[in-house]
């Protein structure tokens, strides 16, 4: 959600069609949590709700705690997570994002006339 957050702000910063796709991604990034919520069974409306008041309320720790459905603190329950790793997920996520979209496009254009000769 933090994450979230920081692009939301950045996409604000950037003016034209960037600005709409770092929006979507902020949007992307926001519904994780949703999904896993969802995933393990529980209310994600308020738990993302939760986890999103105890972040504005400074809590850099926060997040989803799926074993008993709450908002717990990371640092507490051992949940490290190695920067490389989610620096390299990302890329990865985006990159086969901008291959769908570069497929989506050349498959959308008109095939090209051809001529008998």
Do not use: W
Not at 3 to 9: F, G, H, I
Not at 63 to 78: F, R
């Amino acid at each position: 959600m933090k994450m979230a957050a920081e692009v939301d702000q950045l996409s604000k910063e950037v003016k034209g069609k960037e600005s709409l796709a770092i929006e979507g991604f902020a949007r992307a990034l926001r519904a994780l949590p949703m999904v896993l919520s969802d995933n393990a069974g529980f209310d994600s409306a308020e738990l993302i709700s939760n986890l999103k008041n105890s972040i504005h309320d400074g809590s850099t720790n926060a997040g989803l705690n799926l074993d008993d459905g709450v908002v717990g603190n990371m640092k507490e329950l051992g949940v490290y997570e190695c920067f490389r790793v989610k620096e390299q997920a990302l890329i990865s996520a985006s990159e086969a994002a901008e291959m769908i979209c570069r497929v989506d496009e050349i498959i959308s254009c008109a095939p090209r006339q051809r001529t008998r000769e």
